[in-house]
Nanobody, 115 residues
Framework: QVQLVESGGGLVQAGGSLILSCAAS????????MGWYRQAPGKQREVVAT???????NYRDSVKGRFTISRDNDKNTVYLQMNSLKPEDTAVYYC?????????WGQGTQVTVSS
């Protein structure tokens, strides 16, 4: 089992920045990818950014140039630096880890961007 704990959400004005953290614990060997997803009220959960163990990153188009995903393998932590935040970024943000094709989710952290 893999346990994920997110932190760093909060309320920020449009144009502001936040950094989310996701700490992994438990059976973390063989985690090959991690990522951030978000779910706004009344909408489906969507991928925001992913990073492989090799460091390859992918972003959804709407956050490219504004968000940066990174990982610290020594700390078993993944980060999401979010800049130039927009009201449409408001959502619950979830961390996900993939290990041997099995997905593990964190509990989520709320990000609210006011206009």
């Amino acid at each position: 089992q893999v346990q994920l704990v997110e932190s760093g959400g909060g309320l920020v004005q449009a144009g502001g920045s936040l950094i989310l953290s996701c700490a992994a614990s438990g059976s973390i060997v063989s985690i090959n990818a991690m990522g951030w997803y978000r779910q706004a009220p009344g909408k489906q959960r969507e991928v925001v950014a992913t990073i492989t163990i090799c460091g390859t990153t992918n972003y959804r188009d709407s956050v490219k140039g504004r968000f940066t995903i990174s990982r610290d393998n020594d700390k078993n932590t993944v980060y999401l630096q979010m800049n130039s935040l927009k009201p449409e970024d408001t959502a619950v943000y979830y961390c996900k880890a993939v290990k041997r094709s099995v997905g593990y989710w964190g509990q989520g952290t709320q990000v609210t961007v006011s206009s």
